[in-house]
């Protein structure tokens, strides 16, 4: 029986209990544990059976036999997580139930199951348009393939449409199968929802974060009792339970948002590819699709582990965006918008066309500064600074939430004259407020500026707002964060400019680079997507972009809109440094209240890997304060793990990790609050 004993407790995940006759694996149940009564699930499967608890066997106290038991591929899926991210089986399970589940008695259980709608007999989907040739090489490339299907295809290629008609497919071919859809964000894409309601009308449920905890359980059981047969969620729906899954679609593949931060911190797009094998037989495919993959995924492919099959055009005779670049340091340092670029916004503007400008930060400043003395404002829990927000007069920080009222002097040396520096998405909107002042639009009121961040988005109803204004041609101007970039159909977009990306091109993170060339190109994908509208333009459609070095080879590529030049360039650079794709990481972290603490935990458990299978194939790095060392008050380091082989460095942890766990109560352990392993993690 797995059940949910915390992570580094000595209990192990999984318990015998007393059932009333042997029940099948994925059985839910309802157990005691301790003085509680918590939700299990039976697992027959071989695993470690952990300490007998106690004497005797505790009785189960409730089958749900309302329930069918999880399919032996949610099973399945979940041991393999729990093996590969090295976490304990019953954490995994649990969490990759809906919470609301498990709150139930079988009494409340039943109630829910007879709340849900009736099933009804299945609609056949309404019928899409046509394919055109690429689409349709793509579709039967699906059927054949025999592995998993990486769809490159720009902004408007057509992507969205080959997973429809994919999932059209199988639903008509097998009157229960089902599908998953996993996309980066839903509430940014609200289209999206809407085109595969159009298609497959109630069929369709939702899982993800923006759903009550009633209505996410509510889409769960219809998706683990069948009837529903197209679930589109987020991350977290790669464990629904879909007992006929015959289809799972990974649209943008690349977001880093598939990667879970906490828990087993599990790569959702990763667990789909698992999830389609483990399902092979039963015929299941999956496909990733992006403009910009992943270099992991572009890797697959190149070596023939995925098959890539390529939507060269944009749909429609959609336009591509030209690239202009601005040459920042023929500027005043504090320029927010070269003259050029103001110019041409002022000019689409006048036109009736709406321009788009992302500036990676939200706030009105970055920091805010003495210019006297050199102080800034600094967070007092983190190693960040605190971020001015000027409407709300406050300095917050964007990592442990600290706020506080903007100082009247600067603490330092009493000067009244401190000045925000750098700048934000409020800054902007601000400044442009300022200079498209005298400018009307075509039909004579004054030119809408909006702000699209995680200040102006900050409820679900208020982000549709904004998008809805934005649509219907309310809003001349959006500023914004990555947010902006990502799904929306914008008609009447001609311009997206980039107004200080640099930061992502100096940084640290050697993944920085690619990140940034899928936001710009996804970016530029938000400009022109209406032909129609376009073609009776006189302005062109463009991606212009503000930097310090525009001879950045990163930006060459994204003049040319290549993709695959970019990635070859990368995996060289990659290959050469020897960093993944072509090795395996993993991560140990350590947070304690002193730096020296975590670091020398870690240096224990770096001596402990000595006489571990995998060793000899396996590098330790030392371990190193993280690049953001304290957050809310807590020191952070690691100790990064890497290897050529994936089987040598999951060795290594599985034979680890009981070590750390038992080494709790040594004296290196004292003072340390958390330690986490990460693998295959993507960022530092
Ligand atoms: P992507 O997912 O790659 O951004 P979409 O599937 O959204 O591309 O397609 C872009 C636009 O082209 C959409 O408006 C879509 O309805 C339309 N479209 C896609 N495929 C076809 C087709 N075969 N015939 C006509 N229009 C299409
Ligand atoms: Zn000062
Ligand atoms: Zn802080």
Known sequence: MLVPTPAHSALGACLSYLGPRPLPSGTLVRVPLGHRTVLGVVWNAAV???????????????????????????????????????????????????????ALDANQLQRRLQRLPQASPAQPPASGPPLTDDQRRALDALDSAGRPVLLFGATGSGKT?????????????????????????????PQLEERFRARFGEAVVTLHSGLTPAQRLRHWLLAHLGQARVVLGTRTAVWASLPRLRLIVVDEEHDPSYKSQEGARYSARDLAVVRAH????????????????????????????????????????????????????QHPRDTLLAPALLQAIQQRVAQGEQALLLLNRRGYAPVVACGDCGWKSGCPHCSA????????????????????????????????????????????????HTVLANLTRADGNPVRIGRLDADTARTPQALQELLGAVHRG????????????????????????????????????????????????????????DAAFVADRRSAVELWVQTTAPHHPLFAALARHDYPGFAAQQLAERCKAGMPPFVHQALLRAEARQLDTALAWLAWAAQQTQDLPGRAQVTLYAPVPMTMVRV??????????????????????????????????????????????????LGY
């Open 474 to 529: 309310d809003i001349d101007v959006l500023v914004g964060t990555q947010m902006v970039a990502k799904g929306h159909d914008f008609r009447r977009i001609t311009l997206v400019a980039a107004i200080n990306p640099d930061d992502a091109l100096f940084a640290a993170d050697w993944r920085a680079p690619e990140r940034l060339f899928a936001l710009l190109l996804q970016a530029a994908g938000r400009a022109g997507r």
């Open 632 to 681: 809310a008050g807590v020191e952070r380091a690691q100790l990064l793990l890497e290897s050529a082989s994936r089987p040598a460095l999951q060795a290594l942890l599985a034979a680890w990790l009981p070590r750390l766990h038992a080494g709790r109560s040594l004296p290196q352990a004292r003072g340390l609050l958390r330690w986490a392993i990460d693998v295959d993690p």
């Open 161 to 189: 449409e080959v997973y429809l008609q994919a999932c059209a497919r199988i639903l008509q071919d097998d009157p229960a199968a089902q599908a998953l859809v996993l996309v980066p964000e839903i509430n940014l894409t």
């Open 385 to 432: 600074y605190l971020v001015y927000h000027k409407a709300q007069r406050l300095l917050r920080c964007h990592h442990c939430g600290h706020a506080q009222a903007v100082p009247r002097a600067c603490p330092g040396c009493g000067n009244v004259d401190l000045a925000p520096l750098g700048r934000g998405t409020e800054r902007l909107q601000e400044h442009l």
């Open 278 to 329: 483990l399902l092979s037989a039963q015929g299941c495919r999956v496909v990733l699709g992006s403009a910009t993959p992943s270099l992991e995924s572009w890797y697959a492919a190149e070596r023939g582990r995925y098959l890539r099959v390529d939507l060269p055009d944009r749909m429609g005779g959609a336009v591509r965006p030209t690239l202009r670049l601005l040459d920042l340091r």
């Open 48 to 102: 470690d059976p952990g300490p007998a608890v106690g004497p005797a066997l505790r009785p189960v106290q409730e089958v749900w036999h309302a329930l069918p038991p999880l399919p032996q591929d949610w099973c399945a899926l979940v041991d393999f997580a729990a093996r590969y991210y090295q976490r304990s089986l019953g954490e995994v399970a649990l969490a990759a139930l809906p919470p609301a589940l498990r």
